[in-house]
Every structure is written in C-alpha cells, then in structure tokens.
C-alpha cells in the first residue's frame, strides 16, 4: 500500500491545469513504442499500422466550464465536440472519430438530454466524425460531459506540433481574438438583469457575433484546408483555448524560443472593440486573456510570408526570437512588456482585470 507522509498542503490554484498536469506526470515515462508523442501538446500521437493517430480528452463542468442559467443545452452539446476537435485540427489533422460520456443528476429529463445530443449530433455531422462510444453515470449535482477525440494522417511529417517552432518564424493566427470572452460577459450582465427582473427580455441582437462565439464556437477545419492549398506546413501550432497569452507561451516554452507579439497587429472584431468599451474592459486584455476562441495560432518560416500575405483569414502578430529572449508584448507605445498567463485557471478564476 502506498502512502504519502509529507503532510506539506499546495493548493490546486498555486499550479494552474498545465502546472498540475505536469507535476503529476513528471515521473511517468513512455514504453510503447507506438506511442509517439505522450504528454504536452494538444493531443497525444500514437502508430497504428503505419498511420498516426491523435488523441485528446477534455471534460465539460457545469458551473466550471458553462453555465445552463444562459448556455442552450444543444449549444452545449454542439461546443463540447467543438472543443476536442480544435485540438486534433492543431495537430494539423483530421478528426474521425468521438467518444461522448456524461454524468447527469436526476434534475435532467430525457427531453433534456435529447437536446444535448442533438447539438452532439449536429456537430458531429458537420464536421464529419463518428460518434463511436462513451459512457453514462449518475451525478450528485449538476452535469459533467467528457469528450474524446480522435483524428489521423497517413505521414508523420503533416503532424504539427508545439514545439517547431524556430528563431525569426512568424507567429500568424487565424480569426479574430477575445468575442468569445466578451460575448459571455453580456450573457452574465443579462443573467444578472433577468434574476433581477424575471419580467426582463434581453436584446441579444447587437451581439449576435460574440454571443455566438461563445455559445456556438467553431473549430478552424478550413485553416487546415487552406493551409494545404497554400503550400504552407507550420512549424508549430496550438489552438487559443486559454488565451492569446497563454497560449503564446506554450509555444515559446515547448519550441525553447522567445516571441515579439505586436499589440497592434492583434486582431480584433468591431463589436469586440464596442463592446470592450461597453463594459470598460481593455480590448488587448481580452484578447490576451479571454480564452474559448478556438482559433489556430501557429508559426511559419518567414520564406512562407508571401503565400499567406493578404490572406483575409491569417494574421501576422509577431515573431519568435532567440532562446532565452522571453516573451514581450510589444505595446502601441513601443514598450516590451513580458506577457504572462493570467488565462483560464481551472482551480481558481479568469482573471477580467
């Protein structure tokens, strides 16, 4: 039997998800020679006859990761598949196959649960993968859904990891930054406004675009296609589920070089920028640190510029730089200051300010 003596306390909090993760796992080592990549990318890669297959978990907690007082249980659904699959697209691969499992409390009716699946449904068809499996159980309180996807390739080579990226690459992202943060802040206004006033009708027009960034996100497969078609491979790539800083970082850490990202070139929707003035938010703020964008951040050889130059859909945002550098944020003013990850902790808050 094994027992742990030291009596030292750490709170969950003091480590973040990824400092946890990597505590826990620290002396886990790989055997299996089909396992490819373990740990410490967005999803796990491992040989099966000749092709490579991606693999990633992420689970859903209500109260934690949504919240039904605003979140349609269809949308929930559709996002949860959503959320796994953006990891196996930042792999530069594509997604086959998902497993759905949940654990439910008895204030669920089957109705409800049908609407969940229906958006499970839905997504599945739209991004063309199989639902092939999970599990159901009961829940004390509330609901959690965990979901698993898996992708392929036939040629290690197309697989894009973290970790490629070199001095002087361009760090290009697709999309715009922070709608999905902003877009749950007029949810949580509007929530408080209706327990306030249940008589209360919210106009959700004006912010149709970040409402439904939040609540209805989509993964990035065309960025996939059009980096094919471009003749573009990355030399890393990380989706923006944490924030444009935290995410950054990953990079920069697994790639053992540093970055210039240019507040400037940071792109960001009107309605964001509205709506960050709206509620006296600072618009770089969300983007840096707002999280749920479900875009692709990568890095490219500066030889691929001319290939992505003028492209609608890709952003250059900055560079990286030689190890050791660090990570700055290079302000309007011409400041650098060193970006930090003040993202989505899933042991303590998102940091708003």
């Known amino acids: 039997m094994f027992e742990n003596k030291d009596n030292t306390r750490t709170q969950l909090e003091d480590l973040g998800e990824f400092g946890l993760i990597s505590h826990l796992t620290q002396k886990m080592s790989v055997s ?76 669920f009716s089957l109705q409800a649960l049908e609407e969940l699946y229906l958006g499970i449904e839905r997504a599945s068809k739209h991004y063309g993968v199989d639902v092939v499996g999970g599990d159901t159980t009961s829940s004390a309180k509330g609901m959690l859904l965990s979901v698993t996807a898996i992708g392929q390739t036939d040629a290690e080579e197309n697989i894009t990891y973290r970790s490629g990226a070199g001095a002087n690459d361009l760090l290009v992202v697709s999309g715009d930054l922070g709608a999905a943060y902003m877009g749950l802040q007029v949810l949580r206004r509007e929530q408080e406004v209706f327990k306030a006033n249940p008589n209360h009708q919210p106009d959700l027009e004006p912010y149709h675009y970040i409402v439904e960034r939040q609540l209805k996100p989509e993964a990035r497969q065309d960025i996939i296609g059009l980096l094919k078609a471009l003749e573009v491979r990355p030399t890393s790539m990380i989706d923006i589920s944490d924030g444009l800083s935290s995410e950054i970082l990953h990079l920069s850490t697994s790639s053992n070089v540093g970055c210039n990202l240019f507040e400037d070139k940071i792109p960001l929707d009107p309605t964001v920028i509205q709506v960050c003035e709206e509620f006296s938010i600072d618009s770089t703020l969300a983007a840096l640190s707002g999280g749920e964008d479900y875009e692709l951040l990568m890095t490219i050889a500066q030889e691929d510029y001319p290939k992505i130059k003028g492209n609608p859909d890709l952003t250059v945002i900055g560079h990286m730089t030689a190890s050791g550098s660090g990570a700055h944020l290079i302000t309007r003013g011409g400041s650098a200051i060193p970006l930090t990850a003040q993202g989505w902790n899933a042991f303590g808050s998102r940091d708003s300010g």
């Not at 996002?79 to 439910?104: E, F, G």
């Open 32 to 107: 299996q020679p089909s396992t490819r990549k373990a740990i410490g990318d967005d999803a796990a890669i491992v040989e099966v006859g000749g092709n490579f297959v991606a693999i990633s978990t992420d689970m859903l907690v209500e109260g934690v990761h949504f919240d039904l007082g605003f979140t349609p249980l269809m949308h929930l659904g559709y996002k949860a598949l959503v959320v796994n699959l953006s990891d196996i697209y930042a792999m530069n691969m594509t997604p086959t196959q998902v497993t759905v499992s949940m654990a439910v409390s008895n204030r």
